[in-house]
């Protein structure tokens, strides 16, 4: 079983996504380790590249406009994945989100979206978090006192670090098996929202779902 754990970067206005970051872990001698990555930029067909994002990211237009586009670069993330067994595990709802919007949007399959766990929902949890605040990625990295790699808001650099997470906590979390949670998956599950972290805060970072805090308050 492989556990993919994945980061994207996506467009300001309407989230469309610019950069896929994965890396794969297994099982060996009892201890998940990182044995591959993946990295690709996107380049955007409905939304285009501000300089916020920019700034945020690092990502440059140059980056993308010479990039594939979503069709083929989500072949080749399907692809290194692989036809075995395997978990998506993100850092919150949203990249799940955008990897089923995006791939609606251009008439690629996303039955192969499953096993999806979201990881930040899983450490707050397991770090007793109050309802409707979860922890950013920097801070759980600090709470654990693990040393942040790279650069925030790079996909790979990201995904990197949540590995690092993952591998710390993965004794005292379940990882859930769900075939069909492209499909079953409800967005709208008031506990497993995220609503915005005190990093994002700092960050100047707000969640796409950041404004649905307010029905649940």
Not at 47 to 56: A, G, M, S, V, W
Not at 57 to 70: E, H, M, R, V, Y
Not at 114 to 136: A, C, T, V
Not at 170 to 175: G, L
Request: proline share 3%; with cysteine; hydrophobic share 40%.
């Amino acid at each position: 079983m492989d556990y993919i754990v994945y980061d994207l970067e996506m467009t300001n206005r309407l989230s469309e996504i610019i950069e896929i970051g994965a890396v794969r872990l297994r099982m060996a001698n009892g201890e998940l380790a990182v044995t591959d990555h993946f990295q690709s930029f996107v380049q955007p067909k409905m939304d285009i590249l501000n300089t916020r994002i920019t700034n945020l990211t690092g990502i440059t237009k140059k980056d993308l406009i010479n990039a594939q586009p979503f069709t083929a670069v989500i072949k080749e993330f399907r692809d290194w994945i692989g036809e075995g067994e395997y978990y998506l595990c993100s850092w919150g709802p949203e990249d799940k989100w955008a990897l089923i919007t995006d791939s609606t949007f251009h008439n690629t399959p996303i039955d192969w979206i499953i096993n999806h766990n979201d990881l930040q929902f899983l450490f707050s949890i397991l770090h007793d978090s109050e309802k409707g605040f979860r922890y950013g990625l920097s801070r759980a990295l600090n709470k654990l006192q693990i040393s942040l790699d790279g650069s925030q808001h790079r996909a790979l650099d990201d995904a990197m670090n949540t590995a690092k997470i993952f591998v710390s906590i993965h004794k005292d979390i379940k990882i859930e098996k769900n075939p069909n949670s492209f499909l079953e998956s409800k967005i709208f599950e008031p506990e497993k929202l995220v609503y915005q972290s005190k990093d994002e805060e700092e960050d100047g970072v707000q969640s796409p779902f950041a404004s649905l805090s307010k029905l649940f308050g």
